[in-house]
């Protein structure tokens, strides 16, 4: 196992070749065009997206109108290693003319994903029924229904154009991204991946009714049910994250990725509106918010604001988890300070004990946006990212004015 983690190309991994003729050979580079990828998951699943190989070091991968561009790809004979942005996570395989079949690594947390690559074909999934639902609008959703310690409320938004559905899961803690998939009679399949997450949803439904289960990966399955309500609204995000009594400020001092010791107490912060981001790399609500708040920090330019990231990462090294920060700050150009709170773990209760004003850090990201005098002014638990659409629209509207009328003061 640690062979196939620590060693970029090894015999068990992908084959490579033992005799010096064959480690001779030429190098095997991805054929140019479209791929369905099909990751395993439990109960024999099948996780599939498209991916678009535009030269042997550009390739881009579809979820719905989302799109992710990939240009770290090496080659090793007849092997390939693709990394996507941001995530440490990456495909590697064996090349065998139309087909790609190797392993989805995430090596901080030991696993690894069966995959294969089909040349040439473009749909998502075989659709063998004419669509017997519309799931179209909005549903109430339950995850993990019969058990109390585990059961969490979301909120299905979806489009369907005949057989093809998109959307998305919002809950409390931020939404699923771009879901794509199919209704094939009464199945529904929904899959997404980012090159660090892979989610695939199955289930049985009717034009009002689902029951189905979500999987991540290879090591994960959970039941959910819906049912159609275009009423249903999740809690008020601004609401469920605050100062314990006895609190007034918000108080850390955590290393950048310089070994350099960052307060809040700095004078670098002094009578300026100040964003705190608590946030993780291997996140992908915190990858969507990042995007969104470099943007944003870099076109403002104003003097009198600063961000300020704080990682918890489950990285098991300080070192690796410096590097996932170092690469992050460099694929999104961010150029606000990322510190390192936590390494080894991502656990939400040790992080809230390196936040301990925090009544809870209930999500990765929670956004806090303090007054020119630390006062803390709001705490947004989640984000509701691009997929959620007008949630996300309503976000950044908030967002922009809030930092506006601070700034003002």
């Known amino acids: 196992m640690r062979c196939i983690l620590s060693i970029f190309f090894c015999v068990v991994l992908i084959g490579c070749k033992d005799s010096p003729e064959k480690e001779e050979k030429s190098i095997t580079s991805l054929k140019p065009g479209i791929y369905r990828v099909e990751l395993e998951t439990m109960d024999e699943g099948k996780l599939a997206f498209n991916m678009k190989v535009n030269s042997a070091n550009d390739l881009e991968i579809y979820n719905a109108e989302e799109i992710i561009e990939a240009e770290e790809i090496t080659y090793h004979n007849d092997s390939v290693m693709v990394r996507f942005p941001a995530f440490e996570g990456f495909l590697i395989g064996k090349i065998e003319d139309s087909l790609v079949s190797g392993w989805f690594v995430k090596e ?11 040349f040439g074909i473009e749909t998502r999934y075989t659709i063998e029924n004419e669509p017997k639902a519309n799931i179209q ?60 997450h892979a989610y695939y949803f199955e289930a049985e439904v009717t034009d009002s009714t689902m029951d189905g289960a979500f999987y991540s990966g290879s090591h994960f399955k959970e039941p959910f049910i819906g049912i159609r309500n275009d009423e249903f609204e999740l809690d008020d995000p601004n609401s469920l994250t605050y100062l314990k009594e006895g609190y007034d400020r918000i108080e850390f001092e955590f290393p950048d990725s310089n070994g350099n010791m960052i307060s809040l107490s700095d004078e670098a912060f002094d009578n300026k509106v100040v964003v705190l981001q608590i946030m993780g ?129």
């Open 108 to 118: 901080s947390l030991d696993r690894k994903v069966p995959f294969r690559a089909l």
């Open 137 to 196: 609008g909005n549903w109430e959703v339950t995850f993990s229904p019969d058990n109390v310690e585990e059961i969490e409320k979301a909120k299905g938004i979806f489009d369907q154009s005949g057989n093809i559905v998109t959307g998305t899961f919002r809950t409390l803690t931020g939404d699923y991204r771009f879901l794509e998939g199919v209704m094939d009679g009464n199945i529904l399949k929904l899959s997404a991946f980012d090159g660090s």
């Open 281 to 409: 790399t291997w996140c992908p609500n915190c990858l969507d918010e990042t995007r969104y708040l470099a943007g944003f920090y870099n076109d403002l330019d104003d003097p009198n604001l600063e961000f300020i990231g704080l990682a918890f990462e489950y990285a098991k090294t300080e070192e690796k988890a410096m590097e996932g920060l170092i690469r992050l700050r460099n694929d999104l150009d961010v150029r606000y300070p990322l510190l390192l709170a936590q390494f080894g773990t991502s656990n939400k209760k040790l992080a809230q004990e390196k936040l301990p004003m925090l009544n809870q850090v209930l999500s990765y990201p929670t956004t806090i946006i303090l007054d020119k005098n630390k006062n803390v002014v709001s705490i947004h638990t989640g984000f509701n990212g691009p997929a959620t659409g007008e949630k996300y629209e309503i976000f950044k509207k908030e967002f922009s004015e809030t930092i506006s009328y601070l700034l003002n003061q």
